[in-house]
Structures are given as structure tokens and as C-alpha cells.
């Protein structure tokens, strides 16, 4: 038998964290929505992403432009 070199767990390396920007390039049609109208956070549930940015906030933009810098994470 070969003496396999442990390696420590690292939860790092499942890290799943984009920013929003990022998740419009995996489903843009997040980019057509009105999000005064839509919760972005309920959007994205469906598709296995929560938002986790402390700043975010419901309806405070119609632009998707202006979520771009929050963080979303995948939901395993």
C-alpha cells in the first residue's frame, strides 16, 4: 500500500462566491428584469444563488448595474 500525504480540510476550496456581475454572465436574463419591481434575492433563489453582501436592500435600484458589486452565493 502506498502512504497517502494527508492534506488538511480547507473550506476554501469550495468556495462558491461570485458577485452578481458575474452571475449575469451565467443567466442574462437577470440583465432584462426591472429589480424596483422584482427582489433580485427571490430571482436568483430558483437558481441555486443567495445574495450574502450585508449592504444589499430590496428595490433600492431598477438597474441590475448597480448590484454588480454584490457578493452571491451558490446554495448547495
Known amino acids: 500500500m502506498k ?15 461570485i458577485t452578481v456581475k458575474e ?5 442574462p436574463h437577470l440583465l432584462d428584469l426591472d429589480y ?10 430558483p437558481l441555486n444563488y443567495e445574495i450574502f ?11 441590475i448595474e448597480d448590484y454588480f458589486d454584490f457578493e452571491v452565493d451558490a446554495v448547495i
Not at 23 to 27: A, I, M, Y
Not at 36 to 45: D, P, Q, Y
Open 3 to 17: 502512504n497517502k500525504t494527508k492534506v488538511p480540510f480547507n473550506p476554501d476550496d469550495f468556495d462558491t462566491s
Open 23 to 27: 452571475l449575469t454572465k451565467k443567466f
Open 36 to 45: 424596483k419591481k422584482v427582489s433580485l434575492a427571490n430571482e436568483i433563489i
Open 53 to 63: 453582501s450585508k449592504d444589499y436592500k430590496d428595490f433600492f435600484s431598477s438597474n
